[in-house]
């Protein structure tokens, strides 16, 4: 392929005319660069690198001249930064005969071009109104394209030259603002970087070489040309041969040199076509530099050639990996959406339906949420982890209470005898005395039950949030009507569950249980103590009421064992009804309801404008990348 493809460039670059290297080169040269012309005009680039040419060189290195040698029109020129924006210029070579076309685009903008004369005013517009009037830069890219039988088939990107001293109206970091806008483009391992460099110059001090050893160290992306020959110092001519020979700074693409329109050719209006007869015969007449252009390392017809081929290897090498590339945003880009969802259609009654399917899931994932089954969204929730480790906690409290109470009887008993005892003899229980020290007990518990219920309310209001913001992204105005009743519903049913808990607490005070439940935990208790070290019943023995402490410890240990296990099962009861399943329970039917005032509907379903313009970013996205796909496959 490559030897027949040189030898087809060669031909055609050079202006033959014979048929069959004609076809060849519709064949094979023309497929190439048309498919990444087509993949670039559907914006695609946006998405991923393909395969370019970008050409860089310092401030009046030729850069302009070469691609105006190239192009066959005059592009903008003049002291400072004349290149303010990145120029993609597209040349189709059309056959003889045929019309010169031109076409600029930039921005939402697109326009005919008739007269190749205009394309310098064109493109100083363009940039002007890209990066404003005067010597700003922007990173946006306008496209030219130029039809002619006189230009090769290639693509290049025209980038502003360095600047190294910022000049009146630039802001001081211009140098820096150009060089990040370079290696936007040079950094890419899909582009081929042109560095154009004076001959009379040093070619090691230039910057644009320097930046691009930076991203490319090898060179083996790198071409270099040469400009402005006449201008070589005497003596120095041996040095620019053995720079182009890749002596000097070694490139893998080597190196090309060129002699392009000057200054005083420009004004003497030296025709595009009478300048490349002067190159022509300056390189050929040159004692120096003839066996440059012997060797085909001279003159922008070569140049075009070098080019040409470099581009359609570069983009042949490319595809393989496009195509890996296309295939993996295009998973990437449906998994996005699939976050983002479809969004509402258009059609009214599509438009019910959507909200009443959305709403549906939502509260049936609330049913869920509130039965500890695994929800349809995608979100991870589940309420029951924090339920458990709260009534634990609870259950804790009460086994904690227990003992201090234990530990308190000793000391309040006593107090108790003194005030309350009556006629009994030790060991009878005084059943006030019992029954004080009870429901003083059960006071002490009831606002830690209280704090405990709102606590375990905020935690699942939190979670029936979560559940909305999931079930909702994108959607501010259905989101803030479920945070509303999520809200309301909490408001109603803690206070509900609050009053609940007290009355429960009220009928604690009622000193109650079965007797066979009593006498079974007084026996179990009886039991426990048969097993007490010894040391205690000494010191019990050692108090003058100990029959009546001992006792009334029994007694009042085996009621609050009762009366705490009725509170660890009764207060998580009330939690769980009134704040999980009649939460959820409520939710479901309030949403409901709200989805028969129709008018609500359009209202409801207004879409955030980031989300609906981040959906629209990626649908587009996935429109050009499924065509660029389709144009890969068929290539």
Excluded at 58 to 64: A, E, I, M, N, R
Excluded at 375 to 389: P, Y
Aim: glycine share 4%.
């Amino acid at each position: 392929m490559c030897l027949s493809l040189r030898l087809i460039l060669q031909v055609t670059c050079t202006g033959y005319t014979m048929n069959t290297l004609n076809q060849q080169y519709e064949d094979k040269v023309r497929p190439c660069i048309d498919l990444i012309d087509s993949l670039r005009s559907l914006g695609v680039e946006k998405d991923l690198a393909l395969p370019a040419i970008a050409v860089i060189g310092d401030q009046s290195s030729g850069k302009s001249s070469v691609l105006e040698a190239l192009s066959g029109v005059a592009l903008p020129r003049g002291s400072g930064i004349v290149t303010r924006c990145p120029l993609e210029l597209k040349m189709k070579r059309k056959r003889e005969g045929e019309e010169w076309h031109g076409r600029i685009i930039y921005k939402d903008h697109e326009e005919e071009i008739e007269d190749p004369s205009d394309v310098e005013k064109k493109i100083r517009q363009a940039q002007d109104e890209m990066a404003g009037v005067g010597v700003g830069i922007c990173d946006d890219l306008i496209s030219l394209e130029i039809g002619s039988p006189d230009v090769p088939d290639l693509t290049l990107i025209d980038l502003p030259g360095i600047a190294r001293v910022a000049v009146k109206g630039q802001p001081e970091n211009i140098g820096e603002q150009i060089k990040r806008l370079i290696r936007k483009f040079i950094t890419k391992q899909e582009t081929i970087n042109l560095v154009v460099v004076p001959c009379n110059v040093d070619i090691a001090t230039t910057e644009a070489l320097k930046m691009a050893q930076e991203v490319d160290p090898e060179g083996e992306r790198t071409l270099g040309i040469l400009t402005k020959p006449d201008l070589v110092d005497k003596g120095t001519e041996e040095t620019v041969v053995n720079i182009v020979h890749n002596e000097i700074i070694q490139l893998t693409k080597g190196y090309m040199i060129v002699k392009c329109r000057g200054q005083k050719e420009i004004m003497e209006q030296v025709t595009l076509a009478e300048a490349t007869k002067r190159e022509k015969d300056f390189f050929k007449e040159h004692d120096h530099l003839c066996t440059l252009y012997d060797e085909g390392f001279a003159t922008i017809p070569k140049l075009a050639e070098k080019l040409t081929l470099e581009l359609v290897l570069h983009i042949e090498k490319s595809l393989p990996h496009l195509e890996e590339q296309v295939e993996a945003k295009l998973t990437e880009i449906n998994a996005e959406l699939e976050r983002y969802g479809t969004g509402p259609p258009e059609d009214s009654v599509e438009r019910l339906y959507f909200l009443i399917d959305k709403v549906t899931a939502f509260t049936q994932d609330a049913i869920k949420l509130s039965c500890g089954e695994e929800l349809k969204s995608a979100v991870r929730l589940n309420i029951f982890s924090t339920l458990r480790t709260e009534f634990r906690n609870w259950k804790f409290h009460l086994d904690h209470s227990g003992e201090n109470f234990n530990r308190r009887i000793e000391r309040e008993v006593a107090d108790y005898e003194k005030n309350y005892r009556g006629r009994e003899l030790p060991g009878f229980v005084n059943y006030r005395t019992f029954e004080l020290m009870v429901k003083d007990q059960i006071k002490k518990l009831e606002e830690p039950a209280i704090k405990k219920l709102k606590e375990i309310s905020d935690a699942v209001r939190k979670v029936f949030l979560l559940l909305a913001q999931s079930s909702f992204v994108g959607y501010p105005n259905l989101l803030k009507l479920a945070k509303t009743k999520i809200e309301a519903i909490k408001r109603v049913n803690e206070s509900t569950a609050e009053s609940m808990l007290r009355t429960q607490f009220k009928m604690e005070l009622i000193v109650y249980t079965q007797d066979s439940t009593y006498s079974q935990s007084l026996d179990d208790i009886k039991e426990e103590k048969e097993d007490t070290n010894h040391v205690f019943k000494s010191y019990l023995r050692s108090r003058d009421n100990h029959a009546t402490l001992q006792e009334m410890m029994m007694h009042l240990k085996s009621y609050y064992c009762i009366a705490s296990q009725r509170l660890a099962d009764q207060i998580p009861l009330v939690i769980l009804y009134l704040l999980l399943q009649e939460f959820a329970a409520q939710l479901q039917r309030e949403m409901l309801q709200m989805m028969h005032e129709k008018e609500n509907t359009e209202q409801l379903l207004k879409e955030d404008f980031d989300i609906g313009s981040k959906r629209a970013g990626l649908q587009s996205k996935l429109k050009r990348l499924l065509k660029a796909r389709n144009y890969l496959v068929e290539f």
